[in-house]
């Protein structure tokens, strides 16, 4: 069993650790040859982008393929070589996972969000989420493949948490009156991949988060409390001075259910919450 990914990092890093226990390889790409060889070092095989060959050999025989990777002003940077080297390789994989955000659905103020909900992604990055998703819905049905698409809130994990914002001095408690977001543990993430694998959907749409959206300053308050430090005075949204991806975070509001991913897939969280993840990061040392 073989899981070939286009754009390994943090989210790729979970999944492979959840599935190498059950006997698999893993391949990913790489832009240069020395973030190839960084991926050796960590017992995947490489690919380097450019050369046709290389990629065509890291998708033969391949099971799953997850493409990790985010848009840009192009499009999906996987579309010009991943179709193109499952092709050449004669593979015919059982299952494409491409990783989306929920920022498709823009801002709901506060209202639930279904993957059935309408599309209408009010910032840059979510838009062009909307245009990748449709191109890999084309290929696949061009192709014949089986492509699921996973629309994520913002992830968080070891490393990447509310306690190194606030060990570092960075973190931030922005107050917006009645506003709300969902978030998934990346270990809940990977959990959520690996049940997906195991019972391939054409066309399955899952939001993947946990079960209870909240205002990111709680998050904050609550992980300081967990480092025994005093939480960051909130400030309003008005004096924050947001530019740029962090303006347009604040600018939506949404409540994103995850109802369908349990019942068609029997995955759950481990982490229900921000407080049982962020426990668990902290008693893991994180």
């Not at 848009?71 to 994989?93: M, Q």
């Not at 089986?146 to 570092?168: H, M, N, W």
């Not at 969902?182 to 690996?194: E, N, Y």
């Amino acid at each position: 069993m073989k899981l070939f990914v286009f754009g390994y990092g943090y989210t790729a890093r979970a999944l492979a650790r959840r599935l190498r226990p059950d006997g698999w390889a893993v391949a990913a790409t790489a832009r240069t040859r020395e973030a190839a060889e960084a991926l050796a070092a960590e017992g995947v095989e490489p690919a380097l982008i450019e050369d046709r060959a290389a990629m065509a050999r890291a998708a033969a025989d391949v099971r799953a393929v997850l493409i990790a990777a985010p848009p840009g002003p192009e499009g999906c940077p996987s579309l010009p070589a991943l179709p193109r080297a499952i092709a050449a390789s004669g593979a015919f994989p059982d299952w494409i996972g491409y990783l989306s955000t929920t920022g498709v659905y823009g801002d709901r103020r506060g209202g639930w969000v279904f993957e059935h909900s309408r599309l209408a992604a009010a910032s840059l990055e979510g838009a062009r989420r909307v245009g990748a998703e449709r191109d890999w819905q084309d290929v696949a049905r061009g192709m014949g493949l089986t492509l699921t698409i996973f629309r994520l809130p913002g992830i968080y994990g070891p490393g990447r948490s509310a306690f190194d914002r606030l060990r570092q001095g960075r973190a931030r408690r922005i107050a917006v009156p009645g506003q709300v977001f969902s978030r998934i543990h990346v270990d809940d993430l990977a959990a959520g991949l690996a049940a997906s694998i195991a019972r391939p959907r054409a066309g399955g749409i899952y939001n993947l988060c946990d079960d209870e959206p909240a205002p990111n300053s709680d998050v904050i308050a609550y992980a300081a409390r967990l480092l025994g430090m005093e939480p960051p005075p909130e400030i309003p949204l008005a004096e924050a001075a947001l530019s740029g991806p962090a303006a347009r975070f604040y600018a939506e509001s949404k409540r994103v259910s995850n109802a369908l991913a349990k019942a068609e897939l029997g995955w759950r969280p481990a982490y229900p919450t921000y407080r049982e993840g962020l426990k668990a990061i902290l008693d893991a040392g994180g």
